[in-house]
């Protein structure tokens, strides 16, 4: 019998459920804890020494400093929370070098999905789905004017995992 999950695919999972976690948050609460963040960075270890890849930790690095600098740029701004900018950079650093392009394309398509959704008569049917099924702090979200960015990064995060797991 084989094994279903190697030890990757489970740190990639955990990695995963951190994502989604901080999009939740950051839907309903235009939050995103740094508990996610630092659990990403806490399994980032695991994912290198398990990954069958070859990794250049350098190089990630690099990445993850530069996307950091400019995530900072954009919250100096007041466009990012301090949020966005924590898990942007550190699934920056999951992505490498490798995956940087693919991460920051569907972070940036994403939210400009989000960002029309928010703009269009849609955004109304959405609310209302949400407050029938009585979720009303979605609910709200969806009505305010600001975009909860975290769930683009994390659609962005996620795409990078799936890679990841091939």
């Known amino acids: 019998m084989t094994n279903l999950l190697s030890q990757h695919d489970c740190v990639l999972i955990a990695a995963a ?17 740094n508990e996610c963040s630092l659990l990403l960075l806490a399994l980032y270890p695991l994912h290198l020494w398990l990954s069958p890849a070859a990794i250049s930790i350098d190089m990630s690095i690099l990445v993850a400093a530069a996307v950091f600098a400019g995530a900072f740029l954009i919250h100096f701004l007041g466009r990012f929370g301090g949020g966005d900018v924590k898990l942007l950079s550190v699934l ?20 400009g999905v989000m960002a029309i959704v ?3 008569r849609f955004r109304m049917t959405l609310a209302c789905a949400f407050d029938a099924v009585g979720d009303t702090r979605t609910r709200d979200t969806i009505l305010t004017e600001q975009l ?11 795409a990078v995992l799936i890679r990841l797991s091939a």
């Open 148 to 158: 909860p960015y975290g769930l683009a990064i994390a659609a962005g995060g996620v």
């Open 118 to 120: 928010y703009m269009s």
């Open 92 to 111: 920056a650093l999951w992505a490498g070098p490798a995956l940087a392009v693919d991460f920051l394309m569907v972070t940036a398509l994403a939210g």
């Open 17 to 33: 459920i951190a994502v989604l976690a901080a999009a939740r948050y950051d839907v309903r609460e235009f939050r995103i804890p």
